[in-house]
C-alpha cells in the first residue's frame, strides 16, 4: 500500500518561511495532479493549493500569493513553498494526489505540523 509522506513542518515566528514536502512511500511516479491540505486546531481539512499535471496551479484565498505548489520533474515529489507566514497558518499539512479533483488516497499520510506564534 503506498504511503504519503509529509515532512518539513517546524514551529516559526510570523514572517518566516518554510518549504514542506512531500514524497511517497514506494517513490512512486504518482504526483501529476496533486494538492496539499491543512487542517487547524478544531476544522475539517481544506484544500489549500493544487497542481495539475500541465502545471496549472490554484490556491485558496487565505494563502494566495505567499505559498506556492510545485513538484520535481520526475513528478515523485510535491512542495510547498511557504512565504510570510501567519499565526492562522498553524496546522497539519497533508498532501495527496487528486483525481477528477477529489483526493485520490483514502489512507491520509501523517502530515507535517506547521506552527508559528511569536
Avoid at 518561511?17 to 511517497?24: D, E, H
Avoid at 497539519?92 to 483525481?99: I, K, P, R, S
Amino acid at each position: 500500500q503506498v504511503r504519503l509522506l509529509e515532512s518539513g513542518g517546524d514551529s516559526v515566528q510570523p514572517g518566516d518561511s518554510l518549504r514542506l514536502s512531500c514524497t511517497t512511500s514506494t517513490n512512486a511516479k504518482i504526483l501529476d495532479d496533486a494538492a496539499w491540505f491543512r487542517q487547524r486546531p478544531g476544522t475539517q481539512r481544506e484544500q489549500v493549493a493544487s497542481i495539475t499535471g500541465s502545471g496549472d496551479t490554484s490556491y485558496s484565498d487565505s494563502v494566495k500569493d505567499r505559498f506556492t505548489i510545485s513538484r520535481d520533474m520526475s513528478r515523485r515529489t510535491l512542495y510547498l513553498e511557504m512565504n510570510n507566514l501567519k499565526p492562522d497558518d498553524t496546522a497539519t499539512y497533508y498532501c495527496n494526489a487528486l483525481f477528477r479533483g477529489a483526493p485520490f488516497f483514502q489512507t491520509w499520510g501523517q502530515g507535517t505540523q506547521v506552527t508559528v506564534s511569536s
